[in-house]
């Protein structure tokens, strides 16, 4: 009952999800305005058939800029996302797999990660690598991996013991066949629902580097820095901060409402 | 001889849920004052919801019928209610022998709050006599500590106590020995019994253990799959079941004495 | 115990040691020459000879290995070096910019737990009531909102929409009222959502049965539940300073507060490495005590040897 509840949530919120990745994917279809032409006729226009979101300081249409700025935040979370996940399992696996001296000191780098200030430690990197959406990458990649390879070790560790893979071994099947094809795809679920519960966190991350000026470098359309730049002007044109507040909104607590209720689904 | 004594505890066409699953099925049950009903079945055969349904547990949902404990009809008791009847009038003692107590408090301390709900001051006497007959030495040492350090023996004693405490007319016992090695579970379920005969209680116990319901029980209830498949007095049951499963589960108990 | 206390502190040390040499290094090889920006900002026609005498002066020639060491060692007698931008010592300026921070963390810190410990205790007893699931939604609406995101809102509808209050903060009260929202805001929603979960799971536990079944008050068997979560929940608030040192830097620029925040995002712009540098190396040792004081605290919380 409760799962099949669950399941019904998860599908609606999947749809939504994949109906403002499709939005962003095609913003050129969507928005038929340049999100970077300027234009000095067309200053702080409040919404109007033109411009449905209205125009920014600079006379840029900021319903083309909402989307297209999503594509910027979106892609940029979902490849970080994807490449902490990527590294952070393969780590994970050769560590909980071989254990010793790889694995301590993998793990111990792990929690040295752990133990500092994931924001902090963000900003000074990002802040020092001077900024661009690479930088914020790197800066909140360093420390996203640990928590997917400690996931894929834990899971790795308790696989070892069962006893298909013992039989795996005794089959004489090398160390690299048995990861790929027996450990990896019993470990990818709980790994994959983590990385879902992520993309929230990360677009967080990402858009507040991006709202701080060390994120996208202008003028790439990006959520975090419209509203950061918007908000000089908020008082004449609160259209330029409001549209990409609302769909920075909108997107994480889409993102977040899958992630839990995924997990939900998996304990149910 | 049943028959004219007086009911404690009524219940009627009792279906229940526990987490989603039904597993309580039309279950009618009375229960008369001063005896020992013991329920047997095996895992999942609900008897352990039905003890929760009776002390009106929120993880249990009854869908139909009722409870009633003396006039009062516990199914439709609100929650501070329930509060006032659980502890002075029902008692509880659950299979896990740490699960009376929070591990990490004073035992006296946590004595302390059962008596304060009930508006009674802490009764150390009282204490001291059950320990005695549960057979707990040196009670100001064990008041002194915390459940985590104790074993199961002495915790399920404790528990014991803590359930006769505020003498309650009816106790539920929902497996409190099988947590217990044999020797330690004999021992404790004859103290158990000596408590009732000075207490006069009421026990509903439940347990999967038949050989253990033969020796305390003055009634037997057999349950499976979430219903009461026979109930009699505990000779005739044993001489002459009725059902097929209650035949099935006599015969299974010398078998397994063999081994 | 001695001995428990010297292997915190070294832990410490050696987590300290590692990340200021990773933060030092990225430093040496990110690109931007604090030599050539500051004498830019100044003014200074930048040729190679006047660049080579500036790069001299703020001992940016020296090796990487030479000035890494003479900078740990300044460190430890609490010398965290001569700002590039202006040639004050940093140790005062991130200190005062550390208290105004302290302010403001403080406050927020404190007005967010009691909120949500006073809402997951109210969510929890009225589990799948009508309070508890406002109290859902409401914690995970917050908990999905960025920093900068409520503070521009709450600026816009309370300062412009309402004229509740003035748009750039002053150190008085009123104006500390908007940072210290913006920043409890998305906490709260985490606390609670933790506090909540924490407590439900030690709410399922026999005992709380046990308690039950003896018609203990509910009153108790919350003090009890809440008692023994606390370790937890310690756990949980340092690890969630952290986040709030992050989000502090975010109001600080926002609001233009003071702070050690808004400081390290001038040094940033101006490339002036000590202060970013001190910067990290003060709130990670604050936030590696937190840490650790919540993790003696966690254990003392719990008598029980770990299993």
């Known amino acids: ?268 | 001889m049943v028959a004219d004594k007086e009911k404690i505890l009524k219940i009627s066409g009792l279906s229940a849920a526990y987490e989603d699953a039904n597993v309580i099925n039309s279950v009618s049950l009375d229960v008369y004052k001063g005896e020992v009903l013991c329920i047997v079945g095996e895992s999942g055969s609900g008897k352990s919801t039905l003890i929760k349904a009776i002390c009106a547990d929120n993880s249990v949902s009854v869908e139909e019928g009722s409870i009633t404990y003396k006039d009062k009809v516990v199914t439709d008791l609100k929650a501070r209610e329930v509060q006032k009847l659980l502890g002075c009038e029902i008692g509880l003692i659950q299979q896990n022998p740490w699960g009376a107590f929070n591990p990490i408090r004073r035992i006296d301390v946590q004595f302390k709050e059962t008596f304060r709900s009930h508006g009674k001051f802490f009764h150390a006497e009282r204490i001291k006599e059950i320990f005695e007959v549960l057979g707990l030495k040196d009670p100001d040492k064990i008041l002194k500590m915390r459940p985590y350090e104790l074993s199961g023996g002495m915790s399920q004693r404790i528990a014991i106590a803590a359930a006769f405490v505020l003498n309650p007319k009816l106790l539920l016992c929902d497996e409190i020995t099988s947590a217990l090695d044999v020797t330690i579970a004999m021992q404790v379920m004859q103290q158990l019994m000596e408590l009732k005969k000075q207490q006069e209680t009421t026990i509903i116990m439940v347990t999967h253990n038949l050989g253990l319901a033969k020796c305390i029980a003055d009634r037997i209830a057999i349950m499976y799959e979430g219903k009461i498949v026979e109930c009699a007095e505990a000779s005739d049951i044993l001489k002459d079941p009725q059902d097929e499963y209650t035949k099935r589960l006599i015969s299974d108990v010398p078998r397994l004495r063999a081994i | ?307």
């Open chain 1, 1 to 268: 009952m409760k799962k099949k509840k669950l399941k019904a949530k998860i599908i609606i919120l999947s749809v939504l999800a994949l109906l403002l990745l499709l939005m962003t994917c095609f913003a050129g279809l969507v928005a038929k305005n340049d999100p970077n032409a300027t234009s000095a006729a067309a200053i702080r226009t409040a919404p109007c058939a033109d411009y449905p979101f209205g125009t920014d300081n600079l006379g840029r249409c900021v319903f083309s800029r909402v989307l297209y700025g999503g594509r910027t935040t979106i892609t940029a979370t979902f490849f970080l996302v994807a490449v902490s996940f990527a590294a952070g399992t393969l780590i994970g696996m050769i560590c909980g797999y071989h254990g010793g001296i790889i694995d301590g000191i993998l793990m111990r780098i792990a929690d040295i990660m752990l133990a500092f200030p994931q924001m902090v430690v963000a900003i000074a990197v990002a802040g020092i690598l001077g900024g661009g959406m690479k930088g914020a990458m790197i800066a909140l990649g360093i420390t996203m991996w640990v928590s997917f390879a400690r996931l894929a070790r834990s899971h790795t560790f308790s696989l070892k013991k069962e006893a298909f893979i013992k039989a795996a071994l005794i089959a004489g099947k090398g160390d690299i066949y048995i990861i790929i094809v027996h450990i990896l795809p019993n470990l990818l679920a709980p790994v994959l629902t983590n990385a879902l519960t992520q993309i929230g966190t990360t677009m967080i991350g990402l858009s507040g580097l991006s709202f701080l000026g060390l994120g996208v470098v202008p003028p790439t359309a990006e959520w975090g820095s419209m509203i950061s730049e918007g908000r000089a002007y908020i008082q004449i044109a609160p259209w330029a901060v409001l549209y990409p507040a609302l769909a920075t909104l909108i997107t994480i607590i889409i993102f977040n409402c899958l992630g839990d209720a995924v997990m939900d689904y998996r304990e149910a």
């Open chain 3, 1 to 307: 115990m001695i001995k428990k206390v010297l292997k915190r502190i070294l832990t410490l040390v050696v987590i300290l040691v590692i990340l200021s040499f990773f933060v030092f290094a990225l430093m040496y090889i990110a690109p931007g020459d604090p030599a050539e920006k500051r004498l830019t900002s100044q003014g200074v026609a930048v040729t190679k000879k006047v660049l080579d005498a500036e790069r001299e002066r703020l001992g940016l020639m020296k090796p990487f290995l030479v000035r890494y060491g003479e900078w740990l060692f300044s460190i430890i007698r609490g010398d965290f070096g001569i700002s590039f931008k202006d040639d004050m010592p940093v140790a005062p300026k991130l200190l005062q910019g550390l208290g105004r921070t302290a302010v403001l963390a403080l406050t927020s810190l404190a007005v967010s737990l009691i909120t949500s410990f006073l809402f997951a205790v109210a969510s929890v007893l009225k589990k799948d009531g009508i309070a508890d699931r406002i109290i859902k939604v409401f914690s995970f609406v917050s908990n999905s909102l960025p920093n900068f995101l409520i503070s521009v809102l709450l600026m816009y509808f309370l300062c412009i929409k309402l004229k509740l209050f003035p748009v750039i903060a002053k150190g008085d009260l009123k104006g500390l009222l908007l940072p210290v929202l913006s920043l409890s805001i998305p906490m709260i929603g985490r606390f609670i959502r933790q506090m909540r979960a924490e407590f439900l799971s030690e709410m399922s536990k026999d005992y709380v049965a046990g308690m039950r079944g003896r018609g203990v008050k509910t009153g108790y068997i919350m003090f009890n539940v809440i008692r023994n979560s606390l370790g937890h929940i310690f756990t949980i608030i340092a690890l969630q300073t952290g986040t709030l040192m992050g989000g502090s830097v975010v109001i600080e620029t926002i609001f233009r507060w003071p702070g050690i925040g808004k400081l390290v995002m001038d040094s940033i712009t101006a490339r002036d490495y000590p202060v970013i540098m001190g910067f990290v190396v003060i709130m990670g040792t604050i936030y590696l005590i937190i840490n650790q004081i919540a993790d003696v605290l966690s254990h003392r919380l719990d008598p029980r040897p770990e299993s």
